[in-house]
């Protein structure tokens, strides 16, 4: 039973356009959204994250939408850096979890020249 | 500022041995996570720990895997008896007092093989 989902398991782009990661979730009761990059051989890193009483949160070169009546959430990275590949999990939390993260497959972004 | 440290950070072992990881999260965190990774998945939850207390386990927490945080400071995740289904990246987190959502820090995680 996948509760978040990331349905492109890959992507790539060219340096400089915009990078677009999707990600879709079942359960309601989740209220808490978080975008983590993982490189290789390293655990993931915490990149942005959203409440449901929001629609949109930006952080620098990176934005995420949250679409709660779609149960839909997207992470926009603009302008797209070489040094962005990597592999994005999107993961969800619901109020009394005590931050027990529910992670998606993950997509792996690939920017190119 | 020091991360969550995990050691080892690669463990190969034989079916049916024992195995034992250990996980020092960042110091005023009282909040500490296992999750398991395996290849093309995200990372699992399988338990977490406030302060010395183990509050949820994760039904993927078999009767062979045992989690103790002894003085709510280190952690430790004991797999007896291995199977090769064992075979991932175990990942250990921690995360300040606060409500929900608030953001795990990582380690770099244990690559167990079972062979």
């Known amino acids: 039973d996948q509760q978040v989902k990331q349905n492109s398991p890959s992507l790539s782009v060219q340096e400089g356009r915009i990078s677009i990661l999707n990600c879709d979730y079942t359960?309601?009761?989740?209220?808490?959204f978080l975008w983590y990059k993982k490189y290789p051989a390293e655990g993931p890193t915490f990149l942005i994250s959203?409440?449901?009483?929001?629609d949109k949160n930006e952080d620098g070169r990176f934005t995420v939408f949250l679409n709660k009546s779609a149960k839909h959430l997207s992470l926009h990275i603009v302008p797209s850096q070489p040094g962005d590949s990597a592999v994005y999990f999107c993961?969800?939390?619901?109020?009394?979890?005590?931050?027990?993260?529910?992670f998606g497959t993950g997509t792996r972004l690939q920017v190119t020249l | 500022d020091t991360g969550v440290s995990q050691d080892p950070r690669h463990k190969i072992t034989k079916r049916g041995q024992n195995v034992t990881f250990r996980c020092d999260p960042i110091?005023?965190?009282?909040?500490l996570y296992w999750y398991r990774q395996t290849l093309g998945q995200g990372p699992e939850f399988l338990t977490y720990?406030?302060?010395?207390?183990?509050?949820?386990k994760s039904r993927l927490l078999s009767d062979r895997f045992s989690a103790e945080r002894p003085k709510g400071s280190f952690s430790t995740l004991e797999i007896q008896r291995t199977e090769q289904g064992d075979s991932a990246m175990y990942l250990c987190?921690?995360?300040?007092?606060?409500?929900?959502?608030?953001?795990?820090?990582f380690g770099s995680g244990t690559q167990l093989s079972v062979l």
């Open positions: 993961a969800a939390s619901g109020t009394g979890t005590a931050s027990k993260l529910t």
């Open positions: 720990f406030q302060n010395e207390a183990q509050l949820e």
């Open positions: 110091s005023e965190h009282n909040r």
């Open positions: 359960n309601s009761m989740f209220d808490y």
């Open positions: 987190a921690s995360s300040p007092p606060g409500g929900p959502g608030e953001k795990l820090f």
């Open positions: 959203i409440s449901s009483i929001k």
